[in-house]
């Protein structure tokens, strides 16, 4: 249940960045669409979770400390969700969504890390050679950019993936925030939702002290974009079914399925981004390694 729970969080994911590239060509979002995306998401998961609690839905396991897992919601969301992203979407839109995503590959390293330092978890050797496989997938990217003939494309790329890399290592801490939240006594709707309202107040408070949220949500009133809202739709799903495949499995293996996303992302590329997504053979071969190294660990 879990297995399937992450595969299918890594398909909503994939959907979600080849649709917010598509918003990224069409409008140029100032924050590259991280406020739209955040609000939609936190708007469609907190409202399904109060017409589950009105029809009667448990929110809360029983025997919980509710101020604990919410706690760690909210850690997950300002932490993974808000920092990461932020981070995250930049190198998208630098890179595009098929190496932009492969960065993100390095998630799991990070997420094997915390797990095992701060929840006890002994990784397996089939984590391990699913991590070689996301690790070796991040140097064919690195093999491709130092073949670029122009200097300043390869600075570009080193750049943006320092930027890549730092936002999955961030995502990666707030992938074991997540499962805490969970294993604390929240059930996965209520988390996901308080983890995407947590980091849209954050991102919310951080534009008014920067003096930029009237000025943005000008911007966004004057460049409406259906691609972002739908990026929107899917991340939330994403989320949610994040934390319910958190909630069935150990964390550290379900970071490494769901970074299977880039071979989801080179494939929804290939449908909506014909145009926008130079896909070479070197970042189809880096997708399709990690889409293997996290089948791996389904069969096994």
């Given at each position: 249940?879990?297995?399937?729970?992450?595969?299918?969080?890594?398909i909503?994911?994939?959907?979600?960045?080849c649709?917010?590239?598509?918003?990224?060509?069409?409008?140029?979002?100032?924050?590259?669409?991280?406020?739209?995306?955040?609000?939609?998401?936190?708007?469609?998961?907190?409202?399904?979770?109060?017409?589950?609690?009105?029809?009667?839905?448990?929110?809360?396991?029983?025997?919980?400390?509710?101020?604990?897992?919410?706690?760690?919601?909210?850690?997950?969301?300002?932490?993974?969700?808000?920092?990461?992203?932020?981070?995250?979407?930049?190198?998208v839109?630098?890179?595009?969504?098929?190496?932009?995503?492969?960065?993100?590959?390095?998630?799991?390293?990070?997420?094997?890390?915390?797990?095992?330092?701060?929840?006890?978890e002994?990784?397996?050797?089939?984590?391990?050679?699913?991590?070689?496989?996301?690790?070796?997938?991040?140097?064919?990217?690195?093999?491709?950019?130092?073949?670029?003939k122009?200097?300043?494309?390869?600075?570009?790329?080193?750049?943006?993936?320092?930027?890549?890399?730092t936002a999955?290592?961030?995502?990666?801490?707030?992938?074991?925030?997540?499962?805490?939240?969970?294993?604390?006594?929240?059930?996965?709707?209520?988390?996901?939702?308080?983890?995407?309202?947590?980091?849209t107040?954050?991102?919310?408070?951080?534009?008014?002290?920067?003096?930029?949220?009237?000025?943005?949500?000008?911007?966004?009133?004057?460049?409406?974009?259906?691609?972002?809202?739908?990026?929107?739709?899917?991340?939330?799903?994403?989320?949610?079914?994040?934390?319910?495949?958190?909630?069935?499995?150990s964390?550290?293996?379900?970071?490494?399925?769901?970074?299977?996303?880039?071979?989801?992302?080179?494939?929804?590329?290939?449908l909506?981004?014909?145009?926008?997504?130079?896909?070479?053979?070197?970042?189809?071969?880096?997708?399709?390694?990690?889409?293997?190294?996290?089948?791996?660990?389904?069969?096994?």
């Amino acid at each position: 249940m879990g297995f399937l729970a992450a595969l299918g969080s890594a398909i909503c994911y994939a959907l979600s960045y080849c649709f917010l590239r598509k918003g990224q060509a069409e409008s140029s979002p100032p924050d590259y669409g991280l406020l739209p995306i955040l609000a939609m998401s936190a708007i469609s998961l907190s409202g399904v979770a109060i017409i589950e609690y009105m029809v009667g839905g448990r929110l809360i396991k029983p025997g919980a400390d509710l101020p604990v897992p919410v706690l760690w919601a909210t850690c997950s969301g300002i932490v993974g969700t808000f920092l990461g992203r932020m981070l995250l979407y930049r190198a998208v839109n630098q890179l595009g969504a098929v190496r932009g995503v492969v960065l993100k590959g390095v998630s799991p390293v990070a997420t094997m890390a915390v797990a095992a330092f701060a929840l006890g978890e002994d990784p397996s050797f089939d984590d391990g050679l699913g991590l070689c496989g996301v690790l070796g997938s991040i140097l064919l990217l690195v093999i491709e950019s130092r073949l670029r003939k122009h200097r300043a494309a390869r600075f570009a790329f080193q750049s943006a993936a320092v930027i890549g890399i730092t936002a999955a290592c961030i995502q990666g801490v707030g992938h074991v925030f997540r499962q805490l939240s969970v294993q604390t006594g929240l059930s996965p709707l209520p988390a996901a939702a308080i983890d995407l309202s947590a980091a849209t107040s954050t991102y919310v408070i951080w534009l008014l002290c920067r003096g930029t949220l009237l000025a943005l949500l000008r911007w966004y009133a004057q460049h409406l974009n259906i691609w972002l809202a739908v990026a929107g739709w899917c991340s939330a799903a994403g989320v949610f079914l994040f934390f319910f495949a958190a909630d069935h499995a150990s964390v550290s293996t379900v970071a490494i399925l769901a970074a299977s996303e880039p071979v989801f992302v080179a494939l929804f590329s290939a449908l909506f981004l014909a145009r926008l997504e130079r896909l070479s053979w070197w970042s189809g071969a880096a997708a399709l390694l990690i889409g293997l190294s996290a089948m791996m660990l389904v069969t096994s």
